[in-house]
C-alpha cells in the first residue's frame, strides 16, 4: 500500500512540476526528495543510487556555469548548423504581421480570456445602412448570366453604380473621401456581392485588398494620398495591382521588373527619376485600370538615393495613359468575366514621386506588400469563401427538399443527407472563422498566420461546398444558363484557390513554416539568437530562452499526455460557457497535444522545415482545425447559444477534432525519426485518433435546414436573399414555403396515386382529377396546382438554339456597354 502511495504521490508530482514549468533547481530538489523518501522509507538500493545520480546531474546543470559549459554551448553548437534561417524577404514578411490568438494555440496553454475578449459583429449604423441599402441594390442588378456570358464583362451601369456610391473607397479613410468602413464591414458588403456575383465582387473586392489604395493609405506621402485618394474612393480612378510574371508567380520576390534610378525628361523638365521595364501577367482590372500600381526591383547605380545599388523590391504608382505603358488585352481566367489581363512596359521613365511613399519609400516595397496581405487576406476570401458556402447551403437544402424522386424529397435520403451535412457544417464554421477573423482586423492586428491558414481553409471548404452542392443538383447544376445559380460560383473556384497565394503553397510552406516563427513562443528568438554575428551575444539571449523552451516542451510533453490519458477531463474550460465547457475542455487538450508535436517538428526537420511539405501541411491542418474550433465555439457564444444550434456546434466540434487527430497522426506516423514518432504516439493519441460525428448527428443538423425558419437564416445570414419569385433564388425560396405548407396535402396524394385512383401522367391534370374524387379539398387542389407549377420552374433548366450559343460566344454586345462612364468619355 505504502509503495502505491508512494507512487501516486510520485507520479502527481512530477506531473505538477513538469506542466508548471519548473526550474532546474526545483527538479534537482525533488528528486533528492524523492530520492530520499525511497531511501528511507523502501530502501531499494539500485534506484536510490541512480535518483541521486539523476539529483546530482540535475543539480549540476542548474549551476550557471556548468549548464553553460556542459548544456547550452554543446546545444549551441548542434542547433547553430541544424535551425532554419531566415533570408530578410522571410524577415520582412514575418515582422510585417501580427501574431495573436495562433500564438495562443501554439503556447499549448491558449488564454481564452483573449479570443473572448474579440468583438462579437459589430456595424455602425452606417455600415449596417450600407449592407442593407447600396449594396443590396447592387446585387439586384448583378445580373450574372449576362454577365458571365452574354457580356462576358461587367456592364458599364454596374461600374457606374458601384463608383456613384463609394464601393470603391470602403477602406480609405473618411478623411481622404471614402467610406472608412471598419474590416468587419468590408468583409459583409463583400460577402453579401458575392453571393449574388461572383464577378460582380471582384470588381469590388480588389481596389478593396491589396493594390494601389490601401497602399497608399498607408504609405503613400501627402501628395499622393491628396491626389489618388479621393480619386480612387470616387471611382475615378480604376486601379489595379500587378506583382505576378511569367518567371514570378509564388515566388513573387523573384521578380524580373525592373527600375533603374536615373534622369530623364518628364512634362518637359529634366527630372530624377527611375527607367523601368516590366512584364505582368494575370492581373486583375488591368485591361480596365486607369492606375497601374506596379512591383519591380529599383537599382540605383549612381547612388541618387543613398541607399547603395540594390534598392529592393520598390512600388510605383503609374498612370495607365502613361507613354509607353502596354495595357488592355485580356486573360480569360476559368470562363469568368471579371476584366484580367497582361501588362508590360520597356523603359518607360517615370519621375520618382511615382515611388509610392517616394524616395523614402524605395526598397520598401515587401514590407508594405507583406503588412496590407496579412491584413487584406483575412478579408476578401475568407469573406468570398464564407458566402459562398452559405449560398450553397441555401440554395441546396432549399433544392433538396422540393425536387422529389422515389416520391421522396431527395434532401431525406441518407446518400444526400450526407453532402447536406457537409453544407451545413462548411456554412457554420467559415461564417464563424470570417466574422472572428474580421473582428481581430477591425481591432487592428495583421494576422499573418491566421491569414494564411484561413485563406486556404476556406477556399477549399468553398471549393468542397460548390462540388456538393453541384452533385445535389444533379443535372440542374450542371446545365448552365440564365437560371443557373450555381455556375458562377464554380467558374470562380479555382480564382479563390490560386490568388493570394496558391493554397498548395500556402498551406505546405506559408502556414505552419511561418507560423512556428511567428507564433512559437521561443523559436524566433533563439533562430536570432543563433544567427547573431556576435557569438557571445548569441550565445547570451540563446541561453535565456532555450532553458525557458526546455520547461515549455517538458510542460506540453506532460500536458499532453496527462490530457490525453484522462480524454481531457481535468482539462481547462473557460468560466461560463454552459452547455459546451466539454468541447472547450477538448480545445485545451488538442492545443497541448498540438503544441507539443509544433516543437518535436521543428527539432527534427530543423533546416528541412521548408522542404519536408508533408509534414508542415498536416501541421497546418492541424492548426486550420484548431483554430476553426475556436471560432465556432467563439460564434455560437456571441449568437447567444441558440438551443437549436447545439448539436450544431457538436457536429462541428467532434469533426474539427477527427481531422485534428488524424492530421497529427499523420505527422507522427513520417517523422523521420523513427524513435520520435514510437514516443510521441502514446503521448498524442494513446488511444487513436477521435471519431467524425455519427450518421445520426448528420440527420440532427440538416433536417431543421430542410425548412424555412430561424435555424436556416441564422446559418445562411447575410448573403443576398430575393424575394422576388422572377429569379432562381427567389423562387427557390418561395417553393420551399409552399412545399412546406402543402406537406400534408401532398402526402394525401402520393397516397392516391400509389393506390391507383389517380394517374400522374403528362396527358392528364391528377390535382384536378384528385379534387374530383374527393381526395383533395379545393383549396389543397389550388395549393398543389400552384405548388406543381413552381416546382416545374425550379427544376427546369435553359435552353438555347445553336444558333443563339454561337451569336453570344462570337459576337457579344458592344464594348462600350462595359465601359464605367466617366472612362468612356476620355
Ligand atoms: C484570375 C487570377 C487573378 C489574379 N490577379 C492578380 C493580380 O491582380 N495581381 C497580381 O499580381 N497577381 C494576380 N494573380 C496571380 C496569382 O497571385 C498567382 O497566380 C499565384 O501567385 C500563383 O502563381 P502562378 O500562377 O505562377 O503559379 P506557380 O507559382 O507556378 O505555382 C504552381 C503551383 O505550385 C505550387 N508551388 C509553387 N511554389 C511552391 C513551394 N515553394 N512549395 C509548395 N508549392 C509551391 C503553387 O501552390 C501552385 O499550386 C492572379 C491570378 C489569377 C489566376
Known amino acids: 500500500m505504502a509503495e502505491l502511495i508512494f ?17 532546474l533547481r526545483t527538479w534537482a530538489i525533488a528528486a533528492a526528495v524523492f530520492t530520499l523518501a525511497l531511501q528511507i522509507g523502501l530502501g531499494f538500493p539500485l534506484w536510490t543510487f541512480l535518483g541521486w545520480l539523476l539529483a546530482g546531474l540535475l543539480f549540476a546543470a542548474s549551476v550557471p556555469d556548468l549548464k553553460r559549459k556542459y548544456v547550452t554551448l554543446p546545444a549551441y553548437g548542434a542547433l547553430k548548423g541544424a535551425m532554419p534561417t531566415i533570408s530578410e524577404t522571410e524577415r520582412e514578411a514575418l515582422e510585417a504581421g501580427t501574431s495573436g490568438w495562433d500564438a495562443e494555440l501554439f503556447s499549448g496553454t491558449p488564454d481564452f480570456a483573449k479570443l473572448r475578449r474579440v468583438a462579437p459583429i459589430t456595424l455602425t449604423d452606417e455600415e449596417r445602412a450600407f449592407l442593407d441599402g447600396p449594396t443590396n441594390e447592387l446585387c439586384k442588378r448583378l445580373d450574372d448570366w449576362r454577365i458571365r456570358h452574354t457580356l462576358h464583362d461587367v456592364p458599364g451601369d454596374v461600374w457606374d453604380f458601384v463608383c456613384d456610391n463609394g464601393f470603391l473607397g470602403m477602406l480609405i479613410s473618411k478623411e481622404h473621401g471614402g467610406l472608412g468602413f471598419s474590416a468587419q464591414a468590408q468583409s459583409l458588403v463583400l460577402g453579401k456581392i458575392s453571393s449574388k456575383s461572383a464577378d460582380g465582387v471582384t470588381i469590388v473586392m480588389v481596389p478593396n485588398s491589396l493594390g494601389p489604395g490601401e497602399l497608399i493609405e498607408k504609405y503613400g506621402t501627402e501628395t499622393q494620398k491628396a491626389h489618388y485618394l479621393p480619386r480612387l474612393a470616387r471611382g475615378e480612378e480604376i486601379p489595379c495591382f500587378a506583382l505576378t510574371g511569367p518567371f514570378s508567380g509564388s515566388d513573387a520576390a523573384a521578380m524580373r521588373d525592373v527600375g533603374v534610378v536615373t534622369r530623364g525628361t518628364h ?47 520598390t512600388l510605383g504608382l503609374i498612370p495607365t495613359g502613361h507613354e509607353g505603358v502596354e495595357i488592355g488585352r485580356r486573360h480569360l481566367p476559368a470562363g469568368a468575366a471579371f476584366p484580367n489581363g497582361p501588362t508590360s512596359g520597356r523603359d518607360v521613365f517615370v519621375p520618382m514621386d511615382a515611388i509610392i511613399g517616394g524616395s523614402e ?27 459562398c458556402a452559405k449560398a450553397m447551403a441555401r440554395r441546396s437544402t432549399a433544392y433538396a427538399r422540393i425536387r422529389k424522386q422515389f416520391g421522396l424529397p431527395i434532401g431525406f435520403m441518407e446518400g444526400v443527407e450526407e453532402p447536406l451535412a457537409r453544407l451545413v457544417e462548411n456554412a457554420y464554421g467559415l461564417e464563424a472563422a470570417r466574422a472572428v477573423t474580421a473582428s481581430m482586423v477591425s481591432a487592428g492586428e495583421k494576422p499573418a498566420v491566421i491569414s494564411a491558414l484561413l485563406k486556404y481553409l476556406s477556399t477549399e471548404r468553398m471549393r468542397q461546398s460548390v462540388n456538393d452542392a453541384l452533385d445535389i443538383h444533379g443535372g440542374r447544376g450542371i446545365c448552365d444558363g440564365p437560371s443557373n445559380y450555381i455556375q458562377g460560383a464554380y467558374q470562380m473556384v479555382p480564382v479563390g484557390i490560386t490568388v493570394e497565394g496558391a493554397n498548395i503553397l500556402t498551406r505546405t510552406l506559408i502556414t505552419f513554416a511561418q507560423g512556428a516563427l511567428r507564433s512559437h513562443p521561443y523559436l524566433f528568438a ?32 506532460a500536458g499532453a499526455l496527462f490530457h490525453n490519458l484522462t480524454f481531457g477531463t481535468f482539462a481547462h474550460a473557460p468560466q461560463n460557457t454552459g452547455d459546451v465547457a466539454r468541447w472547450w475542455r477538448q480545445l485545451s487538450r488538442a492545443a497541448r497535444s498540438f503544441a507539443l508535436v ?229
Open 598 to 826: 509544433a516543437d518535436v517538428t521543428v527539432a527534427l526537420l530543423g533546416g528541412g522545415l521548408k522542404v519536408k511539405q508533408k509534414i508542415t501541411g498536416r501541421m497546418a491542418d492541424a492548426l486550420a482545425e484548431l483554430y476553426l474550433l475556436s471560432s465556432i465555439l467563439k460564434r455560437y457564444e456571441d449568437d447567444g447559444r441558440p438551443k437549436e444550434d447545439r448539436k450544431l456546434v457538436d457536429y462541428c466540434a467532434r469533426n474539427c477534432l477527427a481531422r485534428f487527430d488524424v492530421a497529427l497522426s499523420g505527422v507522427i506516423d513520417n517523422f523521420p525519426s523513427r524513435w520520435a514518432a514510437w514516443l510521441m504516439g502514446p503521448l498524442v493519441l494513446p488511444f487513436g485518433a477521435r471519431r467524425l460525428a455519427r450518421d445520426k448527428d448528420g440527420k440532427d443538423i440538416v433536417r431543421p435546414a430542410l425548412q424555412p425558419g430561424a435555424y436556416r437564416d441564422r446559418l445562411t445570414r447575410d448573403i443576398y436573399a430575393s424575394d422576388n419569385e422572377t429569379d432562381g433564388i427567389g423562387l427557390l425560396e418561395a417553393t420551399l414555403a409552399k412545399v412546406v405548407a402543402c406537406e400534408e396535402a401532398e402526402k394525401k396524394l402520393e397516397r392516391a396515386i400509389r393506390r391507383g385512383e389517380v394517374r400522374r401522367f403528362h396527358d392528364n391534370d391528377w390535382i384536378k382529377d384528385a379534387e374530383t374524387k374527393g381526395v383533395l379539398t379545393v383549396e389543397e387542389a389550388r395549393n398543389l396546382a400552384e405548388l406543381r407549377d413552381m416546382v416545374a420552374r425550379v427544376i427546369a433548366v435553359d435552353d438555347f438554339s445553336a444558333a443563339e450559343l454561337a451569336r453570344t460566344h462570337a459576337n457579344p454586345q458592344s464594348a462600350g456597354d462595359t465601359q464605367p462612364k466617366h472612362i468612356a468619355a476620355e
Open 361 to 387: 519609400g524605395a526598397g520598401q516595397g515587401w514590407r508594405m506588400l507583406m503588412s496590407c496581405l496579412a491584413a487584406g487576406r483575412s478579408i476578401s476570401l475568407p469573406a468570398t469563401s464564407a458566402a
Open 7 to 23: 507512487v501516486v504521490i510520485s507520479v502527481a508530482a512530477f506531473f505538477a512540476l513538469a506542466m508548471n514549468r519548473a526550474t
Open 267 to 313: 512634362e518637359g523638365k529634366e527630372v530624377l527619376g527611375v527607367r523601368l521595364t516590366w512584364d505582368k501577367r494575370y492581373i486583375t482590372l488591368a485591361p480596365k485600370a486607369t492606375l497601374l500600381g506596379l512591383a519591380f526591383r529599383l537599382f540605383d547605380p549612381d547612388n541618387h538615393l543613398g541607399k547603395g545599388e540594390d534598392v529592393g523590391i
Open 526 to 557: 533563439e533562430i536570432e539568437a543563433l544567427q547573431d554575428t556576435d557569438r557571445e551575444r548569441g550565445l547570451e539571449k540563446f541561453e535565456h530562452t532555450f532553458d525557458d523552451h526546455r520547461a515549455f516542451l517538458l510542460s506540453n510533453a
